[in-house]
Nanobody
Framework: QVQLVESGGGLVQPGGSLRLSCVAN????????MAWYHQAPGKQRELVAR???????VYADSVKGRFTISRDNAKTTVSLQMNNLKPEDTGVYYC????????WGPGTQVTVSS
């Protein structure tokens, strides 16, 4: 059974930075497109960044220029560097495979507030 475990969230002031990590206990991790999703309070989960098997990245307009997704296939890890955080970035962040999602992990809470 696939397990996704996210970490790295926390409370940060506007303009601050966080780095999220997700470890996936899957075989052939390198063959999967991986993504980070954001679920704001009271809203649906939305994709914010995707990284292909060759490292190609795609970002939602709301995070473009501020967030950077990366992967380490040897460690079966996908990361999200979040800079210049805004209050609207608050929420739970999840990683998963795209487009066919695995079971969701617990996510990691990010709160951007002064």
């Amino acid at each position: 059974q696939v397990q996704l475990v996210e970490s790295g969230g926390g409370l940060v002031q506007p303009g601050g930075s966080l780095r999220l990590s997700c470890v996936a206990n899957v075989r052939i991790f390198s063959s999967y497109v991986m993504a980070w999703y954001h679920q704001a309070p009271g809203k649906q989960r939305e994709l914010v960044a995707r990284i292909g098997t060759g490292g190609t990245t795609v970002y939602a307009d709301s995070v473009k220029g501020r967030f950077t997704i990366s992967r380490d296939n040897a460690k079966t890890t996908v990361s999200l560097q979040m800079n210049n955080l805004k209050p609207e970035d608050t929420g739970v962040y999840y990683c998963n495979r795209e487009p066919l999602n695995f079971d969701w992990g617990p996510g990691t809470q990010v709160t951007v507030s002064s």
